[in-house]
């Protein structure tokens, strides 16, 4: 069972990014995906949240510029960055509840990569 997070990099303020992540192994779905963030010196927070349904969250810091979405036939799940400013410089994580063959199978983390926003 694998997480894998990718998609990061150095972006201009105002501009965009997309941050995928996928399931690897046999058997394995999505039940449902949060994306955190943490930036140097500051706790590690919630960015957004997905359902198997497809209902989502956002922190309010956010809101309106970020779009957390899933493709469940890909095992992938995405978070589209858009009008990014340099307070969402931070390295992101996805982490993901996994079921195999339709039994729970845990939380999983993904590696954390960094997006830096310049001003």
């Known amino acids: 069972v694998q997480l894998q997070a990718f998609g990061g990099g150095l972006v201009q303020a105002w501009g965009s990014l997309r941050l995928s992540c996928a399931a690897s192994?046999?058997?394995?779905?999505?039940?449902?995906m949060d994306w955190y963030r943490q930036a140097p010196g500051k706790r590690r927070e919630l960015v957004a949240s997905i359902t198997r349904a497809g209902s989502t969250n956002y922190a309010d810091s956010v809101k309106g510029r970020f779009i957390i979405s899933r493709n469940n036939a890909k095992n992938m799940g995405y978070l589209h960055m858009n009008g990014l400013k340099p307070e969402d410089t931070a390295v992101y994580y996805c982490?993901?509840?996994?079921?195999?063959?339709?039994?729970?199978?845990?939380?999983?983390w993904g590696q954390g990569i960094q997006v830096t926003v310049s001003s």
């Open positions: 192994g046999s058997g394995l779905s999505i039940s449902a």
């Open positions: 982490e993901a509840d996994l079921e195999k063959y339709g039994s729970r199978r845990g939380d999983y």
